[in-house]
């Protein structure tokens, strides 16, 4: 019973023992594996390891943040801040190494932000702050897990595609191809028309805002019907 009661003390401590600083290690560790598996299973880079890491790193830093000055006080000049604030720009860097930039779009945002997150948490954990630790973790969840079914459901948000068609023969009426995209929601900005009289052949290219959760597959089907079509490209922006 005194042993328990004991462990119970350690545990409930602002000071930093082996027994709290233990167990917060093993919770941010906990929370940042599951925010990790979310992310892996959206199929992105960084995953459960990445996530537990950087959990577990956080908290560390802010358990070295109240170590130091509850150990060295009148010795060194400790600042409980200064490695959590560290902790915040370096974490930065890392989560820039989330976001890919390919031909015009911009993906990994929503990671890079869970990183920096995920890092808030680990250092709330640290400083022993585990409800508020534990219910972060789970409005996360809330948002990559529930907002992102309901942007499916809702067709929320749209994105700038560009579509270039090759065809044979000289389009004259581009309505036909207006309906089709019209049609499928698809909203045409602007548009670059190339004639070559010498082969034949229309260029077209059709820069476009679409619902993220388009079907592409059905409107390329769509178009092609349009004319006699030598070939199709979509991309995030016009090719140079």
Not at 12 to 22: E, G, M, R, T, Y
Not at 93 to 114: N, Y
Not at 222 to 227: D, K
Request: charged share 15%; net charge neutral.
């Amino acid at each position: 019973m005194e042993l328990i009661q004991d462990l119970y003390a350690a545990f409930h401590s602002q000071d930093v023992n082996i027994v709290n600083a233990l167990f917060r290690m093993l919770l941010s560790m906990c929370l940042g594996v599951i925010i990790g598996a979310e992310r892996k299973r959206k199929g992105q880079i960084a995953g459960i390891r990445t996530f537990s890491l950087i959990t577990m790193g956080a908290c560390l830093a802010m358990l070295l943040s109240i170590y130091v000055p509850q150990e060295y006080l009148g010795l060194k000049n400790g600042d409980p801040g200064r490695i959590a604030a560290q902790v915040i720009t370096g974490i930065g860097f890392l989560g820039g190494g989330a976001i890919i930039r390919a031909k015009g779009s911009v993906k990994g945002l929503t990671t890079a932000a869970g990183v920096w997150i995920s890092a808030i948490i680990g250092m709330a954990v640290g400083v022993g702050m585990y409800l508020v630790s534990v219910c972060s973790t789970g409005l996360i969840l809330v948002v990559l897990i529930l907002f992102d079914w309901y942007e499916h459901w809702q067709r929320v948000g749209q994105e700038s595609k560009a579509l270039h068609i090759v065809v044979s023969g000289i389009v004259s009426d581009l309505h036909p191809y207006m309906k089709v995209l019209s049609d499928n929601s698809m909203h045409l900005s602007t548009y670059y028309i190339e004639y070559d009289y010498v082969k034949e052949v229309t260029h077209l290219n059709l820069l476009i805002l679409a619902h993220s959760h388009t079907d592409y597959l059905r409107v390329i089907a769509m178009l092609r019907e349009v004319n006699e079509t030598l070939d199709i490209a979509l991309s995030s922006q016009v090719e140079n």
